[in-house]
């Protein structure tokens, strides 16, 4: 149980482009999703907390119009990268927090590789 | 706010040796303690959790890790280790429903 998927599992797009890719929760139901980002040989990055029925939560330095949270389920959270760059280039990695755990675990996906060329 | 601090960037071992990685936090108040591995091009497999209860962890894949609520730290550990155990390795804590992590600590394991 607590599976967690992520779709594309790696998008090659130009510069200018959108790109979304999508989080679900396949066993379960998540009222909260995070999206991380990650590049190459360095730690997790909390990026934004979604949160389904309202809107996204980002973290600082985080800009909330070019990367576009949805959670309108309790199992599907999506990330649109909108004008894409190269600097945006990177493994993005969403988790699902079971809204029945009663503690605070996380279920990651096994990630999204955006590369902007 | 709370911190994580993995000692080691690096850790090179031999197969069947035994490996330690080590990580202290930082917190005010009680946490949730968190070890993840990552192969690559993967997303994050929890090793173990420590919540509460018995300091000592057991996890998958023959690890273990013990939370020193003194020390502040939740180290990692593993007997004898095998070549599949290459990874990268997290620690994380989390106060409520945010997880910080650690810079992560890569095993090589060598024949």
């Known amino acids: 149980g607590a599976v967690v998927s992520q779709h594309p599992s790696w998008v090659i797009c130009k510069s200018g482009t959108s790109v979304k890719i999508e989080c679900r929760s396949l066993d379960f139901q998540a009222t909260t999703m995070f999206w991380y980002r990650q590049f190459p040989k360095q730690s997790l990055m909390l990026m934004a907390t979604?949160?389904?029925?309202?809107?996204?939560?980002?973290e600082q330095g985080v800009e909330k119009d070019k990367f576009l949270i949805n959670h309108a389920s309790l199992t599907l959270s999506t990330l649109t990268v909108t004008s894409a760059h190269p600097e945006d280039s990177s493994f993005y990695i969403c988790?699902?927090?079971?809204?029945?755990?009663?503690?605070?675990?996380?279920?990651f996906g096994p990630g999204t590789r955006l590369t902007v060329l | 706010a709370q911190s994580v601090t993995q000692l080691d960037s690096q850790v090179p071992v031999f197969e069947e040796a035994p490996v330690e990685l080590r990580c202290n936090y930082s917190?005010?108040?009680?946490?949730?303690l968190f070890w993840y591995v990552q192969y690559p091009n993967q997303g994050l497999q929890l090793l173990l959790k420590y919540l509460s209860g018995s300091t000592l962890v057991k996890g998958i894949n023959g690890f273990e890790a013990e939370f020193n609520k003194s020390q502040t730290s939740f180290h990692l550990r593993k007997p004898s280790v095998h070549i599949s155990d290459t990874a990268e390795y997290f620690c994380?804590?989390?106060?409520?429903?945010?997880?910080?992590f650690g810079a992560g600590t890569t095993v090589t394991v060598r024949a």
């Open positions: 988790s699902a927090r079971d809204h029945l755990a009663v503690y605070n675990e996380q279920f």
């Open positions: 979604s949160n389904e029925g309202s809107k996204a939560t980002y």
């Open positions: 917190s005010s108040v009680s946490v949730y």
């Open positions: 994380a804590v989390t106060e409520d429903y945010k997880l910080s």
